[in-house]
């Protein structure tokens, strides 16, 4: 059963808490020219909505919150954007930055209205210029898309969000398949242009009926416009004594099924937790999680290698995914979380041809030059370039059993002895466990485990959370150019004496 199509003020009125939209809806100018037809067709749309254009403009709060939204009216004239309703797009937009203010977008469209011809085509530049000065002055922007979203209109301020959700078995897509299907004489394939086939392409982070939109917004909204300054500082965990084990039992400690990973952590050790999906570009790697999430007071972006798919290795799309949680907290002035658990990166035809290597190199560079602070916490297994791709950071913490090499030890034992069967040897002497790479100033910090995190995953995740909460709060409260600089200089002199 298909999700009920709501106008823009039931829209509105669902998702906003009642009584507190303000509309910022001026008289529109209709164009000076247009055909008598046209005038007709806008004054029948008018008197059929009660509206004056296919787009409704405010503000109003989620959950006390205070946001912008803009929201599209399919009944007049099929949502379509010309010269009127895109003045009112870029007018919001822009008093939304000048107001310091967050906004939802929920588009529902057929695209530019065909009546204006090329003047209302080119709106959709000036509609993206006023998106890219509400980001770049580092305000949330996001975006759920309507059944039908299409055109110009998916071409733009569409797919532009920090977050895109859509409806349940939305049609979305560039081309409209009434006009593929008239121009290529066939029917646009089925089952291509839908919410959930976006989805599976990691092209948007989740599909949501419109009930289910207050929550998420709320949730990502808590976040995304959480205090950077000033949050109170958390009790520190105190420092325990560490186990004398060898490097090889804690490689098969984190080697076992019931290790706690990220999800653990999320599910016990955090709050607001949004999961967001894919690269936005195209793809999805299971291997890679990307969420917005605090740890107590402290916000966060946080990109996780996730054991719950541990026998998919990292292929070139889980980095770029990486990639997009790095902008994402560049964007926006948030901490980045990064979290190593990897059995090691993907080695494969495909992913020698889909660029890893390239991706390797990129996701080193961008996250060590990240103006937003960096955490990357070691959870368990780090192997080879799929750990060490987003290891840059401020501040690295350890599990007590987490461990970092440049090859699963199996494989540098063939390498070295022609053999796997000497890999315990292998990690002995390559300084791979958290006591090594603390004394060799790879490691900040490392996190009790008592022995192990699978036998206490609650208490570990909570452990963890507090470390992480504390950790972020101080790396807030430096100075922005300092800490950058000294994150460059860390990696500079690592190994010098």
């Known amino acids: 059963m298909k999700t009920p199509r709501l106008n823009s003020s039931e829209l509105i009125e669902l998702v906003l808490d009642p009584g507190s939209f303000e509309s910022w809806d001026a008289q529109v100018r209709d164009p000076e020219t247009m055909t008598a037809e046209y005038a007709q067709e806008l004054a029948d749309a008018r008197a059929k909505t009660g509206l004056t254009e296919s787009i409704v403009t405010g503000k109003g709060l989620i959950r006390g919150m205070q946001v912008a939204v803009v929201v599209g009216e399919f009944g007049f004239l099929a949502g379509s954007i010309g010269t009127a309703a895109a003045a009112r797009i870029m007018s919001a937009f822009e008093r939304a930055t000048n107001e310091g203010l967050p906004i939802i977008a929920a588009p529902v469209s057929g695209g530019t209205r065909m009546q204006e011809g090329t003047i209302a085509f080119l709106q959709m530049v000036g509609i993206t210029g006023a998106v890219n000065a509400h980001r770049k002055a580092g305000l949330p922007y996001l975006v759920y898309l309507r059944h039908p979203t299409t055109g110009g209109v998916f071409a733009s301020w569409g797919s532009l969000g920090h977050v895109t959700v859509a409806e349940p078995e939305a049609l979305i897509g560039f081309l409209g398949p009434r006009v593929y299907e008239a121009l290529h004489g066939e029917p646009f394939p089925e089952g291509v242009q839908t919410s959930e086939n976006l989805f599976a392409h990691g092209l948007i982070d989740a599909v949501l009926p419109p009930e289910k939109l207050a929550d998420m917004a709320a949730r990502a909204l808590t976040v995304l416009t959480a205090p950077r300054h000033d949050v109170a500082l958390v009790d520190e965990v105190p420092i325990e004594s560490l186990q004398d084990e060898s490097a090889w039992t804690s490689i098969l400690r984190t080697r076992k099924h019931d290790r706690p990973g990220v999800r653990s952590l999320l599910r016990y050790g955090a709050n607001n937790v949004v999961p967001l999906h894919g690269t936005s570009e195209g793809e999805s790697d299971p291997g890679m999680m990307l969420a917005l999430a605090k740890f107590g007071n402290a916000p966060a972006v946080v990109l996780a290698q996730d054991r719950a798919h541990r026998n998919v ?117 390559q300084g791979v466990k958290a006591r090594e790479l603390m004394r060799n100033g790879i490691v900040d910090r490392i996190i009790a485990e008592r022995p192990d995190a699978a036998v206490e995953p609650q208490e570990f995740a909570r452990r963890v959370a507090q470390v992480l909460e504390r950790e972020i709060v101080l790396l807030l409260n430096m100075d922005p150019v300092e800490r950058l600089n000294v994150r460059r200089q860390r990696y500079r002199r690592l190994g010098q004496i």
Do not use: F, Y
Request: aromatic fraction near 0%.
């Open 313 to 429: 290795a990292l292929g070139p799309g889980a980095l770029r995914e990486a990639r997009r949680g790095m902008h994402l907290a560049n964007e926006l002035g948030l901490p980045l979380v990064t979290i190593i658990d990897t059995g090691g990166a993907a080695l494969s035809r495909e992913s020698e041809e889909r660029g890893l290597a390239g991706e390797i190199a990129r996701s080193l560079a961008d996250q060590l030059e990240l103006r937003a602070p960096v955490i990357c916490l070691l959870l368990g297994q780090g192997s080879g370039g799929g750990a060490l791709a987003i290891l840059p950071a401020d501040r690295v913490l350890a599990a007590e059993n987490a461990w970092l090499s440049p090859l699963p030890p199996e494989g540098a034992s063939v390498i070295v002895h022609r053999t796997k069967d000497r890999a315990d040897e292998m990690a002995e002497s």
